[in-house]
């Protein structure tokens, strides 16, 4: 079983940084896309940003211009750089990785990692 390691998360002031990590237990296929999502409280789960895996990037308008998103294809891992920090960021943050082969789309995700940007 494939399991999403993230790390990186934690307490940080408004303006500051963070920088998140994800890994996966074991080498994957068929990868087509990484990406990180964000759940608030009593809000629902977004997309915060996504990498495919010929390096193209989407941002959800909110985090563009402070996150980017990287990925090590040999590695399976995931980044995501985290700068200009607001209050409005604090979130759990989940790693995803999309899966597609030529009959199957599937995903794996990690286990969450608190953000908390507060003074």
């Known amino acids: 079983q494939v399991q999403l390691v993230e790390s990186g998360g934690g307490l940080v002031q408004p303006g500051g940084s963070l920088r998140l990590s994800c890994a996966a237990s074991k080498i994957i296929f068929s990868i087509y896309a990484m990406g990180w999502y964000r759940q608030a409280p009593g809000k629902e789960r977004e997309l915060v940003a996504r990498?495919?895996?010929?390096?193209?990037?989407n941002y959800v308008d909110s985090v563009k211009g402070r996150f980017t998103i990287s990925r090590d294809n040999a590695k399976n891992t995931v980044d995501l750089q985290m700068n200009s920090l607001k209050p409005e960021d604090t979130a759990v943050y989940y790693c995803?990785?999309?899966?597609?082969?030529?009959?199957?789309?599937?995903?794996?995700w990690g286990q969450g990692t608190q953000v908390t940007v507060s003074s």
């Open positions: 990498i495919t895996r010929d390096s193209s990037t």
């Open positions: 995803n990785f999309n899966i597609r082969t030529a009959t199957r789309e599937y995903d794996y």
